[in-house]
């Protein structure tokens, strides 16, 4: 005989117990849940947007009757639980409905706070608590024209800002003289103040409300000091209070709230009490991070593990108005013991304070730039000491010396065990985890899988960035033990390693020796292991084309038209009237759409017919051009400046030193594609600095300069080291190529691969290590004896046909 | 376009377009049928289908991409197709019209009747 649970509240703090309850043992209750509002159970938090129109109801339904259903729970819609005989243990219901319990969970969560003035009665009166005030509200800006929200705090400036977007013109009364006070200083205030001001609210601040004026319906408010404002409608957000008269009548134990252990458990061991009906450690919860953390404890104490325990939440905000970024957490008033860090532009409208005791984080205020919060939070609850990174603190995690898309930066700069959704306490790493071990692809999919974003969307951006980082290749910042893609539970670097130690030859080999799940791989491990295999053995592998993306298959880049484009190398970005004749010949001779100049110095021609790319090579080769490998993770160009030779800056002949350098590398398999450039002056017109591997000339001879990307996000090179002769240039740029070959992870970029391994290790292996340098550059050398063999000459002379020619012409 | 149901694929209907060794294990070739092209795969099972060479999502040229399993990826978004049902794979919705294919020794024959359940093409 199963035991018997009611639950009475059918709100977000009981269910979400009872979800995870049913994910620890499904079977170990009869469930009973009473609630007082006809409707299943839905997201309160998102009411706001529905009031703004953002969102419908159904859209912050959580769960609908079959749900209830389906896990064979008897759901009382619209029974409200009048008496608790905690004696014959059971509970009896307005109508009468009696249930038995064995334990019983009490979630009934709080009321609005209405100020007992005159004419707080009057109709046109609400509170904004659920779902029949928004019909109320929505109703009421249809017919009515002005409206008065009482409360500048959270849920207050919500209501507003939902009655601005429905065609009313609103006033705000606020009793003091800064908004969301609990949550905001001064200055943040006044800027939030501002920002809802320009999208038309009005304000009445430092204002006690005196009276509601009305005959038959509200037609204004009157304050204390005189002042007035009309009113159609006024919505009272002044505060909740915990709904706990249900607890008092049983004479379980109250204070402001019904009072509860870490276990959940109110003064009689069979009656759970959660979410923002209950007092814990003396704090009472409005948030809905908290309540979502009780709930895993009672869930795993219901479900007789008893492991889990509560202990309290440190709770953050934001403020659900589009537009508006805001962030507050911990104490960030601080004291004399406390230092603070800010930085304030309110033309900008950006507001950052840190409040610092004992060199940690103890709070946090963020105003229009809310990027790092979840990193501030972070350090704050794990007491970070912040010493070494005070002086970049406010400048953000993001802050390494790159511009470019910030955002996506954040979400990849974080840890595994970072918070991206705070409702529901779902972390990067869950995230990801399930985002490649069960293959999602949308925002839905992960909001089905891991909760996340799924509550109150203020984390959907950071999703959203962590889905395009992580099933898009070209930033796999992923950490080691990730597996390649979901074919095998094992890391680039397991795989690379295992290729060499045990002497692996083929891809059918790699993937029978890690024991792949799948029959041939995935468009992801296939041209990774293929990569692999040609880099560990260059003199012996057989490429496999059909592991390799179109684009290197056919020496061609795809367009969206299904057409190729077609790239010969012109060396260091040198030409002649020869080559230029022979390259407008050939253009003419195939009539090409389109020719364009590339950022990397040289000609591309576009819309090429794939069965015309072996002819056209044809022609190239004649006329001595080889590939560009435009189309490949491959070495690409070298761009240079005309240096010494011409200009009265050059220091050097950076052109000569870039066409040999582009000899030196051309044809060779990269984890990426992988660009180059020499200046001649520190003046840098070849934009050396934002290339993988840059040479900058100097007097007293070069630069050198890695890891930089003038990509997505854009990224500085670091220093590398000086040398002195351009034989020297050759032996280093050789040297950290191949070191990258190596090392890299299939489709990582010198950027994140030099941040990944760090620009210590790098220097290490090749400016401190003589021998192995000249190791890593012989090996890079010997390997270029097998890759430089143009690709286009010898499919002009037939190679690899079946890719060029239709297998045959029918109707 | 063909929208008139068709009942048994008739002999006579079936083409003999090549040899199974034309086309590269885990690859695929195109079949030319005048205004449009047929991609004709092989998996590493030598498993022979036949799709309409453009993904339903932007009519990419499936022929050109990374066959794996009984799926191809097309090469310019990277949806997954189905090879036998030209379906492409949930969560993306989508079909790409799939032929009979008859295997006659090493001889690969072909239907240019597409199969039924596809709507579109």
């Known amino acids: ?811 | 376009m063909q929208t008139a149901v068709k009942k048994e694929t008739e002999s006579s209907e079936w083409i003999e377009i090549g040899h199974i060794n034309d086309i590269p294990r885990l690859g695929a070739r195109v079949v030319s049928a005048g205004d449009f092209n047929i991609a004709v795969f092989r998996t590493e099972n030598d498993e022979i289908f036949a799709l309409r060479d453009e993904c339903p999502h932007k009519g990419g040229p499936l022929s050109q991409g990374i066959v794996h399993g009984k799926r191809v990826a097309c090469p310019l978004h990277d949806w997954k197709i189905h090879l036998d049902s030209g379906e492409a794979v949930a969560p993306d919705e989508g079909c790409a019209a799939s032929y009979p294919v008859r295997i006659d020794g090493d001889a690969i024959y072909l239907s240019l009747t597409p199969k039924k359940g596809c709507p579109n093409k």
């Not at chain 1, 939070?377 to 794990?382: A, G, I, K, S, V």
Request: charged fraction near 25%; include cysteine.
């Open chain 1, 1 to 811: 005989m199963k035991e018997k649970l009611v639950l009475i509240g059918n709100g977000m703090a009981g269910v979400r117990t009872l979800e995870n309850l049913l994910e620890l043992e499904p079977d170990m209750y009869d469930i009973t849940v009473f609630g007082s509002e006809p409707y299943g159970n839905y997201n309160r938090i998102l009411l706001s947007p529905v009031l703004t129109g953002e969102k419908t109801i159904d859209e912050i339904m959580l769960n609908d009757d079959a749900w209830y259903a389906e896990n064979k729970i008897t759901l009382h819609k619209g029974k409200t639980v009048t008496k608790i005989d905690r004696k014959q243990r059971k509970v009896i219901a307005d109508d009468g409905t009696e249930v038995e319990y064995d334990r019983l969970l009490i979630a009934t969560g709080s009321h609005p706070f209405i100020i007992p003035v005159p004419g707080h009665d009057l109709p046109g009166v609400i509170a904004f608590r659920d779902i029949n005030d928004v019909d109320f509200m929505l109703a009421a800006a249809k017919e009515h024209r002005h409206a008065v929200v009482i409360g500048g705090g959270l849920l207050g400036l919500e209501a507003a800002y939902g009655l601005i977007q429905q065609g009313m013109k609103v006033t705000v009364i606020h009793l003091m003289d800064t908004l969301m006070e609990r949550q905001l200083d001064s200055a943040a205030g006044k800027m939030l103040k501002k920002s809802l001001e320009a999208r038309g609210l009005e304000f009445l601040l430092a204002a006690s409300t005196k009276e509601i004026i009305g005959k038959k319906r509200v037609q204004g408010v009157l304050l204390e000091d005189g002042r007035e404002a009309t009113a159609d409608l006024v919505v009272m957000a002044v505060g909740i209070r915990p709904n706990i008269d249900l607890a008092k009548s049983a004479m379980l134990h109250c204070e402001r709230g019904l009072v509860v252990n870490d276990t959940m458990q109110t003064y009689d061991p069979r009656v759970y009490a959660l979410g923002e009906c209950v007092q814990h450690r003396n704090e009472v919860y409005g948030l809905v991070a908290p309540l979502f953390e009780q709930a895993k404890v009672c869930a795993n104490h219901l479900a007789h593990l008893g492991y889990a325990k509560y202990e309290g939440s440190m709770t953050s905000t934001k403020l659900k108005v589009t537009g508006i970024d805001l962030f507050s957490a911990g104490d960030f008033h601080g004291d004399e013991d406390t230092e603070e860090v800010v930085m304030q532009d309110v033309a900008g409208g950006v507001y950052k304070k840190i409040v610092i005791r004992d060199n940690k984080i103890i709070g946090a205020v963020m105003y229009g730039d809310t990027i790092d919060g979840a990193w501030y939070f972070q350090l704050m609850r794990d007491g970070t000491d912040i010493s070494d990174m005070r002086n970049h603190l406010l400048y953000g995690q993001a802050h390494l010396g790159d511009a470019g898309h910030g955002g996506e930066n954040a979400v990849m700069a974080m840890s595994d065990d970072m918070e991206i959704c705070g409702c529901n306490g779902v972390c990067k790493g869950d995230i990801v985890k399930a985002i490649t071990t069960k293959g999602l692809f949308t925002l839905d999919d992960v909001r089905a899988h891991t909760k996340a974003s799924s509550s109150c969307g203020s984390c959907t951006g950071l999703v959203e960035q962590l889905l395009a980082t992580t099933l898009g290749s070209d930033y796999s910042d992923a950490p080691r033990k990730t597996p390649m893609c979901a074919c095998t539970d094992h890391p680039h670097d397991e795989v690379r390693t295992g290729i060499i130690a045990n002497q692996i030859k083929t891809i059918p080999e790699v993937m029978k020796h890690f024991e792949w799940k799948t029959e041939n791989g995935c468009p992801k491990c296939r041209p990774a292991l293929n990569y692999y295999l040609v880099c560990a053995w260059p003199d012996t592998y057989k490429d496999d084309g059909q592991s390799r993306f179109i684009n290197e298959r056919v020496h061609a880049n795809i367009q969206k038209d299904g057409t190729y484009s077609v790239i010969p190398r012109m060396w260091g970005g040198d030409t002649t009237a020869k080559d230029l004749m022979s390259l407008a010949k050939i253009a003419e001779k195939y009539d090409v759409p389109t020719i364009h100049v590339t950022g990397g110095q040289r000609i591309d021609f576009l819309g090429i017919e794939k069965e015309t790319l072996p002819k056209i090579w044809g022609d190239l080769s004649a006329a001595g051009f080889v590939s560009g490998h435009a189309y490949g993770k491959a070495m690409r160009t070298v761009k240079t400046c005309v240096g010494s030779e011409w200009c009265r800056f050059g220091t050097q002949n950076s052109t000569q030193m870039g066409i040999d350098l582009e000899k030196m590398s051309w044809g060779s398999w990269m984890p990426h594609k992988f660009k180059m450039a020499v200046s001649g002056c520190p003046r840098n017109c070849a934009e050396a600095t934002i290339k993988d591997f840059g040479v900058v000339c100097v007097d007293s001879g070069y630069e050198l300069h890695i890891g930089g990307n003038g990509g997505i996000k854009v990224r500085a090179t670091d220093f590398l080291c000086n040398v002195t002769t351009p034989e020297e240039v050759i032996e280093y740029s050789a040297a950290f190529i191949q070191l990258y070959r190596e090392d890299a992870h299939y489709l990582e970029r010198t950027a994140p691969w030099v941040e990944r391994i760090g620009l210590t290790s790098i220097k290490e292996q090749i400016v401190d290590n003589e021998v192995g340098r000249q190791k890593l550059a012989e090996r890079f050398h010997f390997s270029q004896k097998y890759s430089q063999d143009d690709p286009w000459t010898q499919r002009a002379k037939g190679a690899e046909a079946h890719e060029f020619v239709p297998m045959k012409q029918v109707g």
